[in-house]
């Protein structure tokens, strides 16, 4: 069996990696492109990183696995739940008994029992059950190892903000570094700094003038310089590589409260002025958003307050939609496609999914959004997640359909080992 090397930089679009190779700010990935394929890719919807990259990490799309965005409601209490690994059946590398190396991928929390070493990426909230086999931890202590960054320092003082970024990523590094040593078969390592970065200093990207512009190039190089040290090796000794986003990125305009629209319009009603989660809906509640553009009709039967008659629901599909579709600010639309759940997922957790979902148009940040006080607004957010501008870089080339979303990525991959 051969040894397979993936490095996932979240958020990452097409357009930038392809500017950043072609100015020479990251000439390790230049140099692998020019060797290898490099393609644009899709996000499966919602274009957030736990339905991302556990479409990849399962090589299928969220019908099949079940993860549907950072965040469920209990269909009785109306409490939040927040699907972990726990509740990801199986990995690619576990359906192939695959000797891994897995570092920082989201979604992997907690970390469970697997052939070769895991450390999880974000959501980790306490690093001793974000690490297997348990003996790595006194290392990780050691090294100061963190599992995400501190986001207060972007609100601080952005440039010290973009230095933590690199301390970080540099610790990784270092876990990388000890881990490359020892026997496997697939290593897979993710940088996540980049989607902190565009999170919070997107702008410095669109605006050469920008004051910290030179702080965004250099965390690029910082990066590069990192995983350079792995493509190099890898090539060295002739592994395959794939180097892949779980999503695009674009300035935002403005950011939709999803929420807000849904009051407006006579689908949303709380018990309480200020609602604090969604165990204050109301009965008469029609519809109901969770994040980041996912719509759920409140059916009788299925959610313990629920309302809406089954035979009332196309109807109510059919208005949703044209009311989204409608939608503007400033005179643009806002709203670029809005899908029923059957046109994008398939598979045994199709029921479970959001009964619609919707698509921007660049620029337009879909949030729930329901305590503001607003339709619409913006924050201290300057970049939004994309769905249909992500990338990979394959070496030796490796041949997928057109356009291809990520978790038909996986499967190519996964039959690199069958």
């Given at each position: 069996?051969?040894?397979?090397?993936?490095?996932?930089?979240?958020?990452v679009?097409f357009?930038?990696?392809?500017?950043?190779?072609?100015?020479?700010?990251i000439?390790?990935?230049?140099?692998l492109?020019?060797?290898?394929?490099?393609?644009?890719?899709?996000?499966?919807?919602?274009?957030?990183s736990?339905?991302?990259?556990?479409?990849?990490?399962?090589a299928?799309?969220?019908?099949?696995?079940?993860?549907?965005?950072?965040?469920?409601?209990?269909?009785?209490?109306y409490?939040?739940?927040?699907?972990?690994?726990?509740?990801?059946?199986?990995?690619?590398?576990?359906?192939?008994?695959?000797?891994?190396?897995?570092?920082?991928?989201?979604?992997?929390?907690?970390?469970?029992?697997?052939?070769?070493?895991?450390?999880?990426?974000?959501?980790?909230?306490?690093?001793?059950?974000?690490?297997?086999?348990?003996?790595?931890?006194?290392?990780?202590?050691?090294?100061?190892?963190?599992?995400?960054?501190?986001?207060?320092?972007?609100?601080?003082?952005?440039?010290?903000?973009?230095?933590?970024?690199?301390?970080?990523?540099?610790?990784?590094?270092?876990?990388?570094?000890?881990?490359?040593?020892?026997?496997?078969?697939?290593?897979?390592?993710?940088?996540?700094?980049?989607?902190?970065?565009?999170?919070?200093?997107f702008?410095?990207?669109?605006?050469?003038?920008?004051?910290?512009?030179?702080?965004?190039?250099?965390?690029?190089?910082?990066?590069?310089?990192?995983?350079?040290?792995?493509?190099?090796?890898?090539?060295?000794?002739?592994?395959?590589?794939?180097?892949?986003?779980d999503?695009?990125?674009?300035?935002?305009?403005?950011e939709?409260?999803?929420?807000?629209?849904?009051?407006?319009?006579?689908?949303?009603?709380?018990?309480?002025?200020?609602?604090?989660?969604?165990?204050?809906?109301?009965?008469?509640?029609?519809?109901?958003?969770?994040?980041?553009?996912?719509?759920?009709?409140?059916?009788?039967?299925?959610?313990?307050?629920?309302?809406?008659?089954?035979?009332?629901?196309?109807?109510?599909?059919?208005?949703?939609?044209?009311?989204?579709?409608?939608?503007?600010?400033?005179?643009?639309?806002?709203?670029?496609?809005?899908?029923?759940?059957?046109?994008?997922?398939?598979?045994?957790?199709?029921?479970?999914?959001?009964?619609l979902?919707?698509?921007?148009?660049r620029?337009?940040?879909?949030?729930?959004?329901?305590?503001?006080?607003?339709?619409?607004?913006?924050?201290?957010?300057?970049?939004?997640?994309?769905?249909?501008?992500?990338?990979?870089?394959?070496?030796?080339?490796?041949?997928?359909?057109?356009?291809?979303?990520?978790?038909?990525?996986?499967?190519?991959?996964?039959?690199?080992?069958?």
């Amino acid at each position: 069996m051969g040894k397979f090397l993936i490095i996932g930089i979240d958020g990452v679009p097409f357009d930038l990696i392809l500017e950043f190779s072609k100015r020479g700010i990251i000439p390790n990935i230049s140099s692998l492109i020019e060797k290898g394929k490099l393609i644009k890719t899709r996000a499966p919807l919602p274009e957030v990183s736990s339905v991302s990259w556990t479409s990849f990490m399962t090589a299928r799309n969220p019908g099949e696995h079940g993860i549907f965005g950072f965040e469920e409601i209990d269909r009785g209490t109306y409490q939040y739940v927040f699907p972990d690994f726990n509740h990801v059946e199986e990995t690619f590398w576990e359906r192939l008994g695959l000797n891994s190396i897995i570092i920082n991928l989201p979604q992997t929390y907690p970390a469970r029992r697997t052939r070769g070493v895991l450390v999880s990426g974000f959501v980790a909230p306490d690093l001793e059950r974000a690490i297997y086999p348990p003996a790595l931890l006194r290392f990780l202590k050691k090294i100061k190892y963190r599992v995400d960054a501190d986001f207060n320092l972007a609100r601080e003082d952005k440039r010290k903000f973009v230095k933590h970024l690199i301390q970080v990523l540099k610790v990784r590094e270092k876990l990388a570094k000890k881990l490359w040593k020892e026997d496997w078969d697939l290593f897979f390592f993710v940088v996540t700094g980049t989607d902190r970065l565009h999170h919070f200093l997107f702008d410095a990207y669109q605006n050469p003038e920008h004051p910290q512009r030179m702080d965004f190039e250099g965390f690029y190089r910082e990066m590069d310089r990192i995983v350079g040290r792995f493509i190099n090796a890898a090539l060295k000794n002739g592994i395959p590589i794939a180097i892949l986003s779980d999503h695009g990125f674009c300035e935002i305009k403005e950011e939709v409260y999803v929420s807000q629209y849904l009051k407006k319009w006579g689908y949303l009603n709380f018990k309480e002025e200020e609602p604090q989660d969604l165990t204050s809906l109301e009965p008469s509640t029609k519809a109901f958003a969770l994040n980041p553009s996912r719509i759920y009709i409140h059916l009788e039967g299925k959610f313990s307050r629920g309302s809406v008659n089954p035979s009332e629901y196309e109807n109510l599909l059919e208005d949703l939609t044209r009311r989204f579709l409608d939608l503007e600010i400033d005179g643009k639309r806002v709203i670029r496609a809005v899908f029923r759940k059957e046109e994008i997922y398939t598979g045994p957790f199709l029921e479970r999914a959001p009964d619609l979902v919707l698509l921007s148009h660049r620029g337009f940040d879909l949030k729930s959004g329901f305590k503001k006080k607003k339709l619409h607004g913006r924050s201290h957010f300057t970049g939004m997640h994309s769905q249909d501008d992500a990338f990979l870089i394959t070496h030796p080339p490796m041949e997928f359909p057109e356009h291809p979303f990520i978790y038909q990525i996986a499967a190519g991959i996964e039959e690199f080992f069958t």
